[in-house]
C-alpha cells in the first residue's frame, strides 16, 4: 500500500476561487497589514507568498519593516496605529522578532476584531471554549486536509506532536473540536520515552516538531492520515518531521514536504481576513 499524496496546492485554488467570488460580492478590497522588524530571509519569502495570495483574491497587502534599532515600543505604536485605521482589516505581525521583544505582549496589542492570524489570547481564549470564530492558520490548513481525505474520523484516535501557540496546541483544539479523542505530545513525552506509543495508536497524526525524521516510518498506525507541518534543511533538501518513503508505505495519507501543509497555510490567512471583514461589519452579505 502506498499512501495518497495530499497536496496543498489544489486545495488553496479552490478556496482562492471561493474567496474571489465573496470578495466580489462585498463591495471592497479587504486590506492586511504585515508588520514586523528585523530582516530574514524566512519572513522575507513568506511576505512574497502572501502577495501572490492576496493578489489572486482581490486583497490587498501593505508591509511596514520597522527600521534597524527600532524597538519594542516603536512595533507596538505601530501596530496601534493599524488597530485605528479603518481602512485595514486584518494585522499580521511578521515573525522572528528581536529576541528581546516580549512577542505574547506585542501579539495582544492587536485588537481581536483585526488578528488575521488568531494568535491574540482572546482569539485562542475563544477557540479553547470552542466559541465561534477564527484559527491560526497553519493548525486551520491541518484539519482542512484531514477534512479533504473523506474519512470519518469522528471518534477516531488523533495525536498531535508540537504544543506551540500558532500550531500544535490550536490543531489539538480543533480535533477536539470536530470530535477526535485527542492526545498532545511534547518535550516532556520524548523525554519519557512514549512518544513512539502515542504515535502507533493515531489514527490522526500532525506533527509539528520542527526536527527532522523526528518520527521514522515504522511508527506510523496502517491507514492512517500524516500532517507533516515540519519544514527542515537537511544536505540542501527541505524535509519535514516525518520520515516520509517509510512512512507513505505505512499511511493511508500523508502531505508531501514541501507541498502539503505550506500552500495552504497562506490561503488559510486569506480565509481569516475575509472572515474578519464581515464580524467587522455583520450586515455584508456573501
Known amino acids: ?12 485554488k479552490k478556496i482562492e476561487a471561493e474567496l474571489a467570488a465573496k470578495i466580489k460580492k462585498l ?32 486583497i490587498d497587502q501593505e508591509v511596514t519593516t520597522l527600521e534597524p534599532g527600532a524597538t519594542e515600543e516603536d512595533l507596538i505604536g505601530e501596530i496601534e496605529r493599524a488597530n485605528h485605521d ?35 489570547t482572546r482569539n485562542l481564549g475563544r477557540l ?17 486536509l484531514v477534512e479533504e481525505t473523506g474519512v470519518d474520523v469522528y471518534g477516531k484516535e488523533a495525536v498531535v506532536i508540537g504544543s506551540s501557540k500558532v500550531v500544535g496546541l490550536p490543531a489539538f483544539l480543533l480535533l477536539i473540536g470536530k470530535k477526535l479523542t485527542s492526545t498532545i505530545c511534547h518535550t516532556g513525552t520524548f ?56 512512512a507513505q ?12 501543509v505550506g500552500p495552504l497555510t497562506v490561503m488559510m490567512l486569506m480565509q481569516n481576513l475575509v472572515d474578519l471583514v464581515c464580524l467587522q461589519a455583520p450586515a455584508r452579505q456573501y
Open 27 to 58: 463591495g471592497l478590497r479587504p486590506r492586511l497589514r504585515a508588520i514586523g522588524a528585523g530582516d530574514d530571509q524566512a519572513s522575507t519569502l513568506y511576505l512574497k507568498s502572501q502577495k501572490r495570495a492576496a493578489e489572486s483574491v482581490g
Open 128 to 144: 479553547l471554549m470552542n466559541k465561534q470564530g477564527l484559527a491560526p492558520c497553519t493548525a486551520s490548513a491541518c484539519l482542512r
Open 191 to 246: 523525554k519519557s520515552g512514549t512518544l513512539e506509543s502515542h504515535v502507533r495508536r493515531a489514527d490522526v497524526l500532525i506533527v509539528s516538531a520542527g526536527r527532522p525524521a523526528l518520527i521514522p516510518g515504522g511508527w506510523i498506525k496502517k491507514g492512517a492520515i500524516v500532517i507533516d507541518v515540519g519544514i527542515n534543511q537537511v544536505n540542501g533538501k527541505t524535509v519535514g518531521d516525518v520520515e516520509f518513503e517509510s
Open 86 to 120: 479603518p481602512n485595514v482589516h486584518g494585522i499580521i505581525v511578521q515573525m522572528p522578532l528581536p529576541k528581546e521583544f516580549r512577542v505574547d505582549r506585542i501579539l495582544d496589542t492587536i485588537h481581536p476584531s483585526k488578528d488575521a492570524e488568531a494568535v491574540t
Open 249 to 260: 508505505a505505512r499511511a493511508g495519507f500523508i502531505t508531501p514536504v514541501p507541498g502539503g
Open 1 to 12: 500500500m502506498s499512501a495518497t499524496l495530499l497536496q496543498g496546492k489544489p486545495i488553496a
